[in-house]
DNA sequence: GTCTATACAGTGATAGAC
DNA sequence: GTCTATCACTGTATAGAC
């Protein structure tokens, strides 16, 4: 054995080594969820050793909470619908749909989802940061483009926040539950597609102004 | 089955050790999941010692199993909408969609499905037994019901398969999720009742076959 | 700040007496 | 089958050198 220190790869960034203790225990986390990974193994993966995690946060239980904050609020920042045409309705919708299936399907997503819902229990908080960075987020952005809509006069909409949730509600349909149960493969983007095209018809027909 | 007054000397458990092992682990993995549970507090919440749990099981992991196999298939075993009246749509509607949701948002079906999502990359077949004794049976029940109403000509449903998926996926709405994230407290009736409503409102707008 | 080495508690699982 | 006592191991967290 040499005794030459090992230095990772992908190692690039000059962010510090708090920074890539910070990467190496998302990848950690979101592979193997919050019990069945070590310190000693988050250190290993980061290139550093464990006292020098232990010198940038206080606990494991304080790094999870790092990652999964950070990672909430990177992950579903991005969502917008602002750009989308209130007129052209069945498309923004399918579009909408589409979007929507697309970020919370996605491999990254449905990891930081379990494991939130298999610690919530240990970490209540991480619940609400979650949800505000997430769902809530979705919402409101989905129900101001169906109040633009209602006051175009293109669809019949009494209560925006109800129909935001609803229209949501049934994009997800049963397919987020059967990601988060590993009972589906990677996302295919024809299935995908069709499952947003039938939440807009679906949508529609109930909401249409006639 | 002896017909002589034999008294045990305690009525606590009348099925047996092996029975208690498993009524204790229930109750120990719904609480605090499967990694923050020890065969420890499992031995000590049923009354017997370590090493008789392991008579009945090999492992932690094979408890863990039994108890989330035995859960889910009591647990949603009951689900049925057989004796509803598929002339009567809109009633019908509201009562499936308030026996889903006062099923799914049980604190017993909330912890179990926490502890499935949580835990279904080290145990992938539960995600499998889950959704044939949950998910899937709520949908080939309400799908079977929206066939019966399809018949009687009550609405117009081309794909009851979908049909069934939307309408639920419109009754789970956001609160599911909420309660997943422990951001609702216990199932409130009224609450319940209006969800109930709005979902069979909606689904009603949606599918009628005028 | 960062490393090596280690203290200390807790875990799953088993051996042997009864 | 059931118990008590114990093993081998891994985990988090820290002490002390540099």
Redesign the pocket.
């Known amino acids: 054995m040499s005794a030459t220190?090992r230095v990772p790869a992908h190692d690039e960034m000059p962010a510090?080594?708090?920074e890539s203790v910070l990467a190496a225990a998302e990848q950690c986390f979101l592979a193997s969820g919050f019990g069945a990974?070590?310190?000693?193994a988050i250190a290993r993966a980061a290139g550093?050793?464990?006292?020098?995690v232990?010198?940038?946060f206080a606990?494991?239980?304080a790094l999870f909470g790092a990652v999964v904050t950070r990672l909430s609020e990177r992950r579903f920042g991005g969502f917008s619908v602002d750009a989308l045409d209130p007129r052209a309705v069945e498309a923004s919708l399918t579009t909408i749909a589409q979007r929507f299936l697309e970020l919370i399907l996605s491999p990254e997503a449905i990891a930081l989802n379990r494991i939130i819902i298999g610690e919530i229990t240990r970490f209540p908080v991480l619940g609400e940061v979650f949800w505000a960075a997430g769902p809530e987020r979705t919402r409101a952005q989905t129900e101001a483009f169906l109040g633009r809509v209602a006051e175009a006069g293109a669809l019949a909409v009494p209560d925006a926040r109800l129909a935001a949730e609803q229209f949501l509600a049934l994009a997800r349909g049963e397919i987020h539950l059967r990601h988060l149960l590993r009972l589906d493969g990677d996302i295919d983007a024809a299935t995908v597609g069709g499952a947003a095209r039938h939440t807009a018809a679906t949508f529609l027909r109930a909401f249409s102004s006639g």
């Open positions: 220190a510090g080594k708090a990974v070590s310190m000693d550093v050793s464990k006292a020098t232990y010198a940038h606990s494991k239980e």
